[in-house]
């Protein structure tokens, strides 16, 4: 018996979750300079991060021998103001990522449930299962949340219901009033985390105010991020917004300084960067038009997406994916959510993503 075979059965059992590839790593594996790479894996930021940002990393980089504001005061300041909210509402974490384990720790036991998507994000399974409780995965509607047999799936062991607006790796978008439908029918003892990494893409008449709900749905907890449109994503930073019991039990099991210095500090300077999201917004819509013509061109077909990212069907993505791989072109394969004819392929700049479906077409036409 090794310490391994002790480790508990629902650990064992977790498929550990597949990043898209590091440039450094593909360059060393198909003999290609990093800097011809093109990485289109993650979602991340094609114009980088916002000016302001950066400034507040190198005005901040001096503190880093001191432990990081574990409260994130200057940052929950900003959210407030910006959101209307109180400090009490507020969580930070490392990334959302972290939040959603946060809240699968505070809440989650074995034996408990949770219910999620086909084909949502892969980190619900998993820090459902970390926690040893029970995911409940409903069949999918048109590659989208499926709101009615998710309400019927709650039983009196459902604890969290996780819902991603847009989803990844599908774009898949659920408007305002029927997710506050949704929530209204839900029951209090359960929560609903409504994850929403890519708010920040959404076309203005998309918009809801899921913020404003939380005055009537203390079972809500909203999850942003700043890895996304924000383009902080190596820093690791992203917020919870939900009512004070929720979040009161949650910073209890959160590491004290999850939430590094110079993350901090970024964070609170990107958010005052209108101008910055507008044009990562803007690029993203143009992104889109380009591949979704050149999809149309290459008779391919494409689920149409809400966030920075779209997922298209090549056929035999693991051939197609490895052709695009020589090419140095990085995309994501998503065949771990069950969709092994798909790519999912993030918006870039308007030359990566002419490099992309360039590749993209070569590789189809082998
Ligand atoms: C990227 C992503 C996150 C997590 O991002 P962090 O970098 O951990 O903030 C959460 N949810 C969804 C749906 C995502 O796509």
């Not at 005061?73 to 974490?93: D, H, P, S, W």
């Not at 009196?156 to 599908?170: D, E, G, K, S, W």
Request: hydrophobic share 45%; glycine share 8%.
């Amino acid at each position: 018996m090794s310490i391994a075979d002790r480790a508990p059965a629902h650990i064992r059992a977790i498929s550990p979750y597949q990043p898209g590839r590091p440039i450094e790593e593909v360059a060393r594996e198909q003999g290609l300079s990093a800097d011809t790479i093109i990485k289109l894996a993650s979602n991340e930021n094609p114009l980088g991060m916002s000016e302001a940002a950066r400034e507040a990393i190198f005005r901040t980089v001096t503190d880093s021998a001191r432990y990081p504001d574990g409260n994130g005061f200057a940052l929950k300041t900003a959210l407030c103001r910006r959101y209307g909210v109180q400090m009490e509402n507020l969580i930070l974490g490392n990334g959302s990522n972290d939040l959603l384990e946060i809240a699968a720790d505070a809440f989650l036991t074995p034996g408990a449930a949770t219910v999620y998507s086909q084909y949502s994000f892969a980190v619900y399974a998993l820090a459902t299962q970390a926690a040893g409780a029970t995911g409940i995965v409903i069949p999918a509607q048109d590659y989208g949340h499926n709101l009615d047999a998710m309400l019927a799936a709650i039983d009196a062991n459902t604890r969290i219901v996780f819902l991603a607006n847009p989803n990844n790796p599908t774009g898949t978008f659920l408007h305002g009033a029927a997710l506050e439908q949704f929530i209204e029918r839900v029951p209090r003892d359960v929560l609903v985390i409504l994850d929403e990494a890519y708010t920040e893409y959404l076309a203005d008449e998309q918009r809801y105010d899921s913020i404003g709900w939380l005055s009537r749905f203390p079972h809500l907890l909203v999850l942003r991020t700043f890895s996304k449109a924000y383009g902080l994503a190596g820093l690791r930073v992203g917020y919870g917004i939900g009512a004070p019991d929720v979040v009161d039990l949650m910073n209890r099991v959160r590491q004290p300084f999850n939430v590094s210095t110079l993350a901090l500090a970024a964070a609170e300077a990107a958010l005052g960067d209108e101008a910055f999201l507008r044009a990562s917004a803007e690029l993203n819509r143009r992104g889109m038009a380009q591949y979704t013509q050149a999809f149309a061109r290459l008779g391919l077909r494409w689920m149409p997406s809400c966030g920075n990212f779209l997922t298209v069907e090549v056929g035999d993505a693991a051939a197609v994916n490895a052709a695009l791989l020589r090419q140095g072109v990085i995309v994501r394969p998503i065949a771990n959510y069950g969709l092994p004819e798909w790519l999912r392929i993030s918006i870039g700049t308007e030359a990566e993503n002419a490099a992309c479906i360039a590749a993209l077409e070569r590789a189809l036409h082998r």
